[in-house]
C-alpha cells in the first residue's frame, strides 16, 4: 500500500508539471503569434480599431462643417449675366 501511493504521489505530480508547462507553452505559443501578428500590422500600415474610430469621428464631424458652410457660400455667388 506505501509503494502504490508513492506511486500514486509521483504519478500526479508528473501530470501536473506537464499541464503546468502545457500551459506555460500555450501562453508562450500565444505571444509569439500576437507578435507576429503586430508586425504584420505594422508592416501593413493598419490602423486599430481605436484609431479607426477617432478617424471616422473627425471625418463625420468635417463633413458637418462643410454641410454648414455650403448653403452659406451658395448665397454669397452671384452669376454673371449674359450678354
Known amino acids: ?33 500576437k507578435s507576429k501578428r503586430d508586425e504584420i500590422v505594422f508592416k501593413m500600415k493598419l490602423t486599430s480599431k481605436d484609431e479607426f474610430e477617432v478617424l471616422t469621428k473627425r471625418v463625420e464631424n468635417l463633413e458637418k462643417k462643410l454641410q454648414k458652410l455650403q448653403p452659406k457660400n451658395k448665397k454669397k455667388i452671384k452669376r454673371a449675366k449674359r450678354s
Open 1 to 33: 500500500m506505501k509503494n502504490s501511493k508513492f506511486v500514486f504521489d509521483k504519478f500526479t505530480k508528473f501530470l501536473e508539471q506537464g499541464l503546468v508547462s502545457s500551459r506555460d507553452l500555450a501562453n508562450e505559443l500565444m505571444i509569439i503569434l
